[in-house]
């Protein structure tokens, strides 16, 4: 495995991340992804091209607009950075293959949908549709193994969570139903139950936390998208290896 193509699809990662985090934070709003071009939220100082490097303009600026000196915020050298870390591990994981392209257009879609859902508390339908699209495209042509799971998955991740909205009345989004869908193309049964588990985990432990550190707040909602995403790249990646090791634990292999 060529560490130049590992460097490349990691750089290619810094770059796709930085435009991920426009998508994320402007489709939401329903404002353009093209125009204007980037620019510090607070004073409107249009960035120049090295203020425009991902994370180490960041680093270089101190964390701050050139112009009013206004903190920027960490959501974007953050999510910069874990693109390009995921991009770069999924070609060393996958190579130069169908998996590779599925891979990135997931790993594409969680980051996004975790800017916008921290940032709005919403998933939009404008960023789902398209993904949904391309991964049932790539499904067509490479099928999940066996060839029903992909589309088994996400029957059963809508349903999943759509049965939990209506047990709990509204305790689940309609977008983080609708993701789950896409979700299930891409992992297919056993992974989409073992990223639905992992998030609830993951919600949960978040909870205790903020309870632990006397930081709740009484019918403050919680963004789960960045849980779900946390949860199904997990799945993603390693899933096979963690659903074996419980097969062999709990003996059931």
Not at 113 to 137: E, G, N
Not at 200 to 224: E, T
């Amino acid at each position: 495995m060529s560490t130049v193509w590992i460097i490349y699809f990691a750089a290619m990662g810094l770059v796709f991340g930085s435009f991920y985090n426009v998508v994320g934070l402007r489709v939401p709003k329903h404002e353009s992804i093209a125009y204007p071009g980037s620019h510090c939220p607070k004073c409107g100082h249009p960035l120049s091209w090295y203020e425009n490097i991902p994370v180490f303009s960041f680093l270089f600026l101190k964390g701050r607009c050139r112009g009013c000196k206004a903190p920027i915020s960490v959501i974007y050298p953050v999510f910069e950075a874990i693109t390009g870390l995921l991009f770069a591990y999924a070609f060393y994981r996958f190579g130069w293959s169908m998996e590779l392209l599925l891979a990135c257009l997931f790993i594409s879609l969680l980051v996004i949908i975790t800017i916008s859902d921290l940032a709005y508390m919403l998933i939009p339908d404008r960023v789902l549709l398209p993904f949904a699209i391309a991964i049932a495209a790539v499904r067509l042509f490479y099928p999940a193994m066996p060839w029903w799971s992909a589309w088994a998955g996400a029957i059963l991740g809508f349903g999943l969570l759509y049965l939990i909205a209506a047990v709990t009345k509204g305790g689940m989004g309609g977008g983080d139903i609708k993701l789950y869908f896409v979700i299930g193309l891409a992992l297919g049964v056993e992974r989409t139950f073992l990223s639905f588990f992992l998030a609830c985990l993951f919600g949960a432990l978040y909870g205790i936390g903020v309870l632990a550190a006397g930081r709740f707040k009484k019918r403050s909602p919680i963004p789960f998208g960045p849980f779900i995403a946390a949860g199904s790249l997990i799945a993603y990646f390693f899933g096979h290896t963690l659903i074996g090791i419980y097969m062999q634990f709990s003996g059931l292999r």
